[in-house]
């Protein structure tokens, strides 16, 4: 691994998708852990916008004793939602991702 000059990383394993089986040095944050969402910009072919993939953070495994995280891998989330906001017991539940949409409206 390369010298990051005291910035801390960790080797994250990625599941399901295009980065799927590969392992990808990911910064952690003060407290160790790397970030809950992880966006990957891949760049169109054609010259358009880029595909962004999302990868969530889910606990690799749990201790026997305590139940505490072993470690941390990422996901594929195909939807792509916008995550990370808080949620209080008294907001209001997210929004479908369909919601706008009308019955038989393709999106494009």
Known sequence: MADTGGVKSEDTPFEGGPM????????????????????IPVPDAAGGPPTVLVYR????????RLGLP?????????????GG?????WSRPAPPADAGRKPGDTGG
């Open 20 to 39: 799927d089986g590969r392992v990808l040095p990911v910064l952690v944050g003060p407290t160790g852990t790397p970030p809950k969402t992880y966006r």
């Open 85 to 89: 906001r808080r949620r209080w017991p």
């Open 70 to 82: 072993k470690g941390w891998k990422y996901e594929f989330d195909p939807e792509g939602r916008r």
């Open 57 to 64: 953070r889910v606990p690799r495994g749990h201790s026997k």
